[in-house]
């Protein structure tokens, strides 16, 4: 039985820079992405669409019509190299947004499509209250236009719906246990891997059993600073994209452009990228705009980070 890896997260935790330095540049590692010469490509539009739709939105009788063209699409992608098979999304751990499928269902479909294979599968951990100031930050890139207590308030009343479950790394792995047949789990701490490029060098080898090429390691999306996000958040709420348009328009949609494809309507690039497009020149805005926006208390200390915490360790199996 061949072996496969899945990387499935967490979000802002080093995803980005390891598909793009590491996992798609090692030679012994045959990679599907995503990060392949982009941050949003994969091996092939195939491998996209199972990744970006069927893994990530579509509904039950969607996926039924599709779920055994995509796993003899996966056996096709591993079985033809005799490298370690790789595929990475920080999505498959994670319910991103309101619009995506439960976590559980996602790990359900992922045990479907790799039930011929050994599967080892490692998760990216980092401090909870870090993790959601990084993803704040991250959303105010994407459009997110309410403060960073709004931002924490909603995640507690709106657990019922959100991702918050997904942070409780107990949770996940015995969600994981339940689903995949004798499944081996590592968790890595982000803290640890982001001390220098030799250590993470040797721990990535180490867990996927592979040679330490000492591959050059890029930040490949690095954070900016509270002065601009403080700008960025004045000008969502005077541009709305993204996570400020209505849930009728789809989270990230360039992401989702393999579905627009194929439904043969003829969307221009242009309108797929929209957004993308949009985010850009509102992140030149922040970066040349006005000098006296305060932003000195962006991620001001709250009770709300403690009640989050506690939020987040009730979800234990």
Same mark, same amino acid.
């Given at each position: 039985m061949k072996k496969v890896c899945l990387h499935i997260g967490y979000p802002k935790c080093l995803s980005t820079t390891l598909q793009r330095s590491f996992f798609e540049k090692h030679p012994q590692i045959n990679y599907a992405g995503v990060g392949i010469n982009d941050n949003i490509s994969y091996v092939n539009k195939d491998i996209e669409f199972i990744f970006e739709s069927l893994l990530k939105y579509a509904n039950d009788c969607y996926w039924n019509q599709n779920k055994k063209q995509a796993k003899k699409t996966i056996e096709e992608?591993? #079985?033809n190299s005799s490298l370690l098979s790789l595929f990475s999304s =920080?999505? /498959?751990g994670f319910k991103f947004s309101q619009q995506q499928i439960d976590s559980v269902e996602k790990i359900k479909r992922l045990a479907f499509l790799f039930s011929d294979f050994e599967v080892s599968i490692f998760i990216i951990e980092r401090e909870p209250i870090n993790l959601l100031k990084s993803l704040y930050r991250e959303f105010l890139k994407m459009g997110y236009k309410d403060n960073y207590t709004y931002f924490m308030r909603e995640l507690v009343a709106l657990s019922?719906? #959100?991702?918050l479950s997904d942070l409780n790394i107990l949770n996940k792995k015995s969600q994981l246990k339940e689903h995949f047949y004798n499944v081996d789990i590592t968790c890595l701490n982000f803290e640890d891997l982001t001390k220098n490029q030799e250590f993470l060098n040797v721990t990535l080898s180490s867990v996927l059993r592979i040679d330490n090429h000492k591959?050059?390691?890029k930040n490949d999306n690095p954070s900016i600073s509270n002065e601009h996000l403080s700008k960025l958040l004045k000008y969502n709420q005077m541009h709305p994209r993204e996570l400020g348009l209505s849930q009728y328009e789809p989270f990230e949609r360039h992401r989702n452009r393999i579905v627009y494809q194929?439904?043969?309507l003829d969307y221009k690039e242009e309108e797929i990228f929209r957004n993308v497009i949009n985010k850009r /020149?509102?992140?030149n805005k922040a970066f040349k705009g006005d000098k006296n926006t305060s932003y000195k208390n962006l991620f001001q200390?709250?009770?709300? =980070?403690? /009640?989050?915490l506690q939020k987040i360790r009730s979800f234990n199996p």
């Open positions: 992608f591993v #079985n =920080e999505h /498959l019922d719906r #959100n991702f591959l050059p390691i194929r439904s043969e /020149l509102v992140l200390l709250t009770d709300l =980070e403690e /009640l989050v």
